[in-house]
């Protein structure tokens, strides 16, 4: 590849591009955009995109995971063609525009939602994955049908590598050996705080060579085009190992201030914008300005060649369909991003008369018959195989062929010890599109490691599946530090989340019918070690709700609401109460999604928590969250303890003597007051 005055006026482009939307906004990082111009402009010229067609499953990935340089990706976007406009780029950082002060998946050419570091390159190992076992599942290489061969791209600074998150996943990256993942270290020596010989003097190469990863280097970023390229040449060719390229750059080149910690996070001043234009050749007085010449070179020699890719492209996919019709309709479906019809007549159902069995027993039973009829579900577990019960009999590793113990075209994946960076990978694999619907296990407690991804999957939309096992003080004995109370409360706080503790059988297929039917929430599945009943009044489709009524009577005294293990609890409390020489009416709601719950209409709501009844909540944990639904609430507010899950359960009173006693003290505080369903608010919440 070939570089001219041409490139270097791009590049410059590029940079005052980037300058003018921080300086616009007067908020923003200057410093990345200036120094990684070049790798950016090289990168893109070895790109398939098609701006055109910006679900092209076949097209390279590019993930920003120093999202603080997102000026930087706009500039690129709106010169290769992306519906972002001069105006959108002059909206930088204002509300509701294209161009936020991080990049969001939702936008065009946006692969993922970055900023928090680290999450983007972990993101980009999900990307990886899926390409790799999507290129194993269809591809036909004896016939040249190649329907899957592309790259993930990520550009990734000194904060990415600090972050753990990233060390987990390029961990796992280097053992799955991607090489269709490479990596650009922004290596210029500046974080917030300053130089990175503050805090940070290993050498990454070292570090990333013990992975498992090709190391390459660039000792000139600023400049030397040709290096840059030569580098990016060597690592497309090596098949069998992920690549970091360690870019050297200076921060901020050309400012003033390059080289400081101060052109970070920070506008340029003005006369230091207008001396950097000058000094690329522009006039200092104008702003958002475009060659025409840069235009037609980003025309002629990077989107052209992309749509004539994707055209290619359609012509070996319109064969595939033809010579392969049962793999092309599945792989239409999938295209289209489709689930096969009646898909959840695979699903078991249950009645009383079944055995009890713990939620995350149940679980495996309906996973095994998921995986087994969706081509698209694939997952794994945090080193937890045996406790999660996440694998189903018969199914193969993901793992490099070269391995002997898997392959690419493998759906279970051994993630390690490695909890976060399995939440921020199942992003990245749910992202790359092809339907993809990737679950992970842990227990609910370790979820609370990885929050910062399972933030992000909200955010993004991308309805990734945790299945959390071991979800209460009834795991017993290995006490306080594995028995979640406060995680469910912080879990149901996140918007857009799916949080559901399934009581038996039929609510357990309900999460899942939820979690794999869901386009856009993310689900969490907390499920328990101990045994519990299959309930009289259980129900898949009512579990849809969010809630419903599991045990009624007319005119209740009470309402007992609760999810998972305690909700039979709550019915033999109901029945010890009815049983009284001076009955007690009680009706029990079984609540295991409060998100969906929350998505249905306020006559739905009242019809379950009606006014004139008061409302009390039963579960093991936190009850912080339960003020939206109920009255009072019988809770757990400190850290649980160690002991056989039957005695801990009875340690805290949770049994159903302990529930009725709580329920009398409830009606009789509430006795001729006027009652309000909670449900009943003024402000929309």
Known sequence: MKFDDIDKLAISTIRLLSVDQVSSAQSGHPGAPLGLAPTAHVLWRHMNLNPHNIDWINKDRFVLSNGHACALLYSMLHLSGYDFSINDLKQFRHIDSKTPGH?????????????????????????????????????????????????TYVFLGDGCLQEGVASESCSLAGHLKLGNLIAFYDDNH??????????????????????????????????????????????????????????????GFGSLNQGKEVVHGSALKEDDVKQLKKKFGFDPNESFVVPQEVYDFYKTNIIQPGIEANEKWNQVYQKYLTKYPEEGKELSRRLNKELPPNW?????????????????????????????????????????????????????????????????????????????????????????????KPYGGTFLNFVSYACGALRLAAISDEPVIWVATHDSIGLGEDGPTHQPIETLTHLRAIPNLHVWRPADGNETVAAYKCAINSKGTPSVIALSRQNLPQLEGSCNKKSLHGAYIIHDVENPDIILTSTGSEVHLCIAAAKLLAAKSDPVKVRVISQPDFHSFNLQSKEYQLSIYPDGVPVMSVEVGASYCWGRYAHESFGINRFGCSGKGDDVYKYFDFVPEGIAKRAETVIKAYEGKTVYSPVNKILPL
């Not at 999450?119 to 036909?140: D, M, P």
């Not at 390229?229 to 921060?251: D, F, G, H, M, R």
């Not at 392959?407 to 339907?435: P, T, W």
């Open 103 to 151: 990049p969001e998946a939702e936008l065009p050419g946006v692969e993922t939602t970055t900023g928090p570091l680290g999450q983007g390159i972990s993101n980009a190992v999900g990307l990886a994955i899926a390409q790799a076992n999507f290129a194993s599942t269809y591809n036909k290489p004896d016939d040249n049908m190649i329907i899957s061969d592309s790259h």
């Open 190 to 251: 500046i974080t917030i705080d300053g130089d990175t010989k503050l805090s940070f003097d290993e050498d990454v190469l070292k570090r990333f060579e013990a992975y498992g990863w090709e190391t390459l280097t660039v000792p000139n970023g600023n400049d030397d085009l040709n290096a840059i390229s030569e580098a990016l040449e060597k690592a497309k060719q090596n098949k069998e190992q992920p690549t970091l390229i360690k870019v050297t750059t200076t921060i």
């Open 344 to 436: 959840e007549s695979v699903l078991p159902a249950f009645s009383p008369e079944d055995s009890a069995m713990a939620t995350r027993k149940l679980s495996e039973m309906v996973l095994t018959k998921i995986v087994n009829e969706l081509p698209e579900v694939i997952g794994g577990s945090a080193d937890l195989t045996p406790s999660n019960l996440t694998k189903s009999k018969g199914s193969i590793d993901f793992q490099p062929p070269s391995s002997g113990i898997g392959d690419y075209s493998g759906r279970y994946i051994r993630y390690g010890i490695r909890e976060h960076g399995m939440g921020a990978i199942m992003n990245g694999i749910s992202a790359f599109g092809a339907n993809y």
